[in-house]
């Protein structure tokens, strides 16, 4: 399986290329990035591309995929709703569009958020933004595609987020992540489950289009025992 990924320099991009590194199913990553990630790995290939509105350079490139793993976001802190969806649903939309013209039997899979809005009526902006995302995806005539809504997401592999608050965050509250993962396991997850459950989803689907933490930790369960090999060196 040759896996498309974007965000590999987030903290959820680079907890799933880990595991694509890692996993026997996964032949290669095409790693679409704005600077490199510092990975080095046999399966790895990065393309530096400055335009995430426009990918017709890269369109061979696409047609070689046969899934992608969307874990590219931003967050809504201080933004206007005009500039969240234009960094929110027409980002994802051009990557989208992009692939399904090129390779329309990928599976495109979209780390999006827990109380995401599909009525895209709701009073959270970023919620109905999202919303509106993962709606226009849905309607792209890919093989499958497959909306993941994680809630709090604990890193692991020494992967780190990029916003630096974020970060704090999750440094202050690291203590903690034994307690939530027993208080509400569903809406816990880690990197290394969002990572399996993207593979699973890819290699083999699954019943539901929408998933929350709960089922995203039931993917990576099930997809646990099929992971070998060793992941490359990080620098």
């Known amino acids: 399986m040759n896996v498309l990924l974007f965000g590999a320099t987030g903290m959820v991009g680079a907890g ?12 290669s990553v095409l790693a679409i990035v704005r600077r490199p990630t510092g990975v080095r790995h046999p ?12 990918y017709r350079s890269l369109a061979a490139e696409f047609a070689k995929c046969d899934a992608c793993f969307f874990c590219l976001g931003v967050s809504a802190v201080g933004l206007s709703e ?9 980002l994802t939309l051009a990557a989208a569009r992009a692939l399904v013209a090129a390779a329309p039997r990928a599976v ?23 919303g509106k995302t993962e709606n226009a995806i849905r309607a792209l005539p890919f093989r499958a ?4 809504r994680p809630g709090y997401i604990q890193p692991l592999r020494g992967v780190r987020s990029s916003t630096t608050w974020y970060q704090l965050f ?4 690291r203590p903690l992540h034994p307690l939530l993962r027993r208080v509400a396991p569903g809406h816990v997850t880690t990197t290394v489950n969002v990572g399996r459950a ?8 699954d019943e539901r289009a929408i998933l929350e933490s709960a089922d995203i930790n039931r993917l990576a369960e099930a ?3 099929r992971s070998t090999g060793t992941a490359g060196s990080t620098h």
């Open 43 to 54: 399966k790895l290939r990065e393309i530096v591309h400055q335009d995430f509105y426009g």
């Open 198 to 205: 993207l593979i699973r989803l890819a290699a083999v689907g």
């Open 82 to 90: 005009e500039v969240y969806a234009h960094q929110t649903y027409d």
């Open 223 to 225: 997809a646990e025992s």
């Open 108 to 130: 495109f899979c979209y780390v999006s958020g827990q109380s995401t809005d599909e009525t895209e009526r709701g009073r959270v902006m970023w919620a109905r933004v999202k």
């Open 170 to 173: 999750y440094t202050v509250f």
């Open 145 to 148: 595609s497959y909306m993941l």
């Open 16 to 27: 799933a290329l880990l595991e694509c590194l890692d996993d026997a199913r996964v032949t």
